[in-house]
């Protein structure tokens, strides 16, 4: 069964710095990768997602993705972070022809002023 | 468009008792999911509907779990006799159908057993 390791559960990082959410996952077969966030008191939504083609996907504000099969990762980046990028971030996977997304643990990203 | 939402926000309980948990997909989305999510833990998958059918229940941890979506849009997920772990915000997700589209998820139901 594929499952997804965040090795970090909490970020902190100043404004305008750059950060990295680390994902990799397990699986012996072809995936779909995700990132969604979610803001405080709001619902999960999707940042981005890699489902075939370039390795390297991005959302609208500024966060990239990265997918490298042979690490198993798909860590997230930015290169300046902002207060509004606040959140708890969860990687996720689904196996090709599933449906169910697996999920890790999650990041909580805290931008300090 | 209306989002996907989800009834009640919070609910109470006592141990023992019975729950139902409901959930308004977006119109037109065939697929509909159920997740829980414990304190500090990312949402685990416990059912998807493809339409009226369950089409994968894997996730559901036991008997006192059910969930039915009988017209194919509005469901529902049930809890028998309800223990102290069952508390979590449980999680509905739709997206258009079969294939890695992009899962819409509601607010959540906070569930708390007491």
């Known amino acids: 069964a594929q499952s997804v390791t965040q090795l970090d559960s909490q970020v902190p990082v100043f404004e305008e710095a750059p950060v990295e959410l680390r994902c990799n996952y397990s699986?012996?077969?072809?995936?779909?990768l995700f990132w969604y966030v979610q803001y405080p008191n709001q619902g999960l939504q999707l940042l981005l997602k890699y489902l075939s083609g370039s390795t390297l996907v991005e959302s609208i504000n500024g966060f990239e993705a990265e997918f490298n099969k042979s690490q198993t990762s798909f860590h997230l980046r930015k290169p300046s972070v902002h207060i509004s990028d606040t959140a708890e971030y969860f990687c996720?996977?689904?196996?090709?022809?599933?449906?169910?997304?697996?999920f890790g643990q999650g990041t909580r990203l805290t931008i300090n002023p | 468009g209306a989002g996907v939402s989800q009834t009640p926000s919070n609910k109470v309980t006592e141990k023992g008792k019975y729950v139902e948990l409901r959930c308004d997909p977006i119109s037109g989305h065939t697929a509909l999911y159920w997740y829980r999510q414990s304190l500090g833990q990312g949402p685990e998958f416990l059912i998807y509907f493809q339409g009226t059918g369950a089409a994968d229940d894997s996730g559901l941890p036991n008997d006192r779990f059910f969930a039915v979506r009988p017209e194919g849009s509005v469901s529902t997920l049930k809890i028998q006799r309800t223990e102290r772990g069952d508390s979590a915000v449980y999680l509905c997700a739709s997206s258009l159908g079969r294939g890695p589209y992009e899962q819409y998820f509601g607010p959540g139901t906070r569930l708390t057993v007491t």
């Open positions: 996720a996977v689904t196996l090709e022809g599933a449906q169910k997304l697996v």
């Open positions: 699986s012996s077969v072809s995936v779909y």
